[in-house]
């Protein structure tokens, strides 16, 4: 089992900048790739970001591309996610996930979930 615990969101300013963290406990961290992911009212769960075990390899969504980073810090089981030129359709719960497979961006190949953080972002 993985646990996963999300912070950092907020509300912000159009154009602002926000940095999300997930601590991971359980097993060990460093196996898994990671993703971000969100939801937005009425909408369904989109993909947001992915990052490999090692760090070195990260997949964005589109929409995303250019403004938010991926990272993670094995030593202190957390991933991030640093958000910048955030935009009023940024609003969402932003979700990190562990699989135990692969890095994607398909949120069904996810086997742990945390229970989010609330991004508002305001025109």
């Known amino acids: 089992q993985v646990q996963l615990a999300e912070s950092g969101g907020g509300l912000v300013q159009a154009g602002g900048s926000l940095r999300l963290s997930c601590e991971a406990s359980?097993?060990?961290?460093?196996?898994?790739?990671m993703g971000w992911f969100r939801q937005a009212p009425g909408k369904e769960r989109e993909s947001v970001a992915a990052?490999?075990?090692?760090?070195?390899?990260?997949k964005y969504a589109d929409s995303v591309k250019g403004r938010f980073t991926i990272s993670r810090d094995n030593a202190k089981n957390t991933v991030y996610l640093q958000m910048n030129s955030l935009k009023p359709e940024d609003t969402a719960v932003y979700y990190c996930?562990?699989?135990?497979?692969?890095?994607?961006?398909?949120?069904?190949?996810?086997?742990?979930w945390g229970h989010g953080t609330q991004v508002a972002v305001s025109s």
């Open positions: 996930a562990a699989n135990r497979w692969t890095l994607t961006l398909d949120a069904s190949r996810y086997d742990y």
């Open positions: 359980g097993r060990t961290f460093r196996d898994f790739p």
């Open positions: 990052i490999n075990w090692g760090g070195g390899i990260t």
